[in-house]
T-cell receptor
């Protein structure tokens, strides 16, 4: 079974700073997908960024980028120029590849509560 | 708003009662998922449907839980004989399938007293 670990329950940074959220995972699969989801207070969970394990290039979406280290099974999220609206719970999630069959649901970490201070 | 809706948004029930939740996915999405999220935890996968077929169930889905997706459109999740441990946020998500992004609904918060 896959596991996802987020070791930072809470982080707080000043607006405009850069922050990195950590995520490690454990799997015996070779092909899989990794995601970062954002869950703002009392709002719906939305996808921030995704990474396919077979791609060596790290994914980037505007101010959000990942550092994917497949051998180390590490998938950190970097938020540059942080904004007040980035305040939310951030969840790292894992999914096996469809081609490999197996579980289709996402496996989530416990989350990191990110607070952006004005 | 992701386009996935869930009703009711909040439900308070007494222990032993049955409850039913509804999820309306994005219309062209053929896959629908149910997750449970307890306080301070990430969502945990419960079950998923491809069209009307329920293809996978987690061990978390005890025999008191049942899910349906008639005609491959909306889905319902029923919990029979609720227990206090069932108190949680129940999330629904939908996708076109494969490794596409799952779009989450706002959830139904269940409180069992």
């Amino acid at each position: 079974a896959q596991t996802v670990t987020q070791s930072q329950p809470e982080m707080s940074v000043q607006e405009a700073e850069t922050v990195t959220l950590s995520c490690t995972y454990d799997t015996s699969e070779n092909n899989y997908y990794l995601f970062w989801y954002k869950q703002p207070p009392s709002r719906q969970m939305i996808l921030v960024i995704r990474q396919e394990a077979y791609k060596q290039q790290n994914a980037t979406e505007n101010r959000f980028s990942v550092n994917f280290q497949k051998a180390a099974k590490s998938f950190s999220l970097k938020i540059s120029d942080s904004q007040l609206g980035d305040t939310a719970m951030y969840f790292c999630a894992f999914r096996t590849s469809w081609e490999g069959g197996g579980a289709d649901g996402l496996t989530f970490g416990k989350g990191t509560h990110l607070i952006i201070q004005p | 708003d992701t386009g996935v809706s869930q009703n009711p948004r909040h439900k308070i029930t007494k222990r032993g009662q049955n409850v039913t939740f509804r999820c309306d996915p994005i219309s062209e999405h053929n896959r629908l998922y149910w997750y449970r999220q307890t306080l301070g935890q990430g969502p945990e996968f419960l079950t998923y449907f491809q069209n009307e077929a329920q293809l996978e169930k987690s061990r978390l889905l005890s025999d008191r839980f049942s899910a349906e997706r008639p005609k491959g459109s909306f889905s319902t999740l029923e919990i029979q004989r609720t227990e206090q441990g069932d108190s949680a946020m129940y999330l629904c998500a939908s996708t076109r399938g494969g490794a596409n992004e799952q779009y989450f609904g706002p959830g139904t918060r269940l409180t069992v007293t």
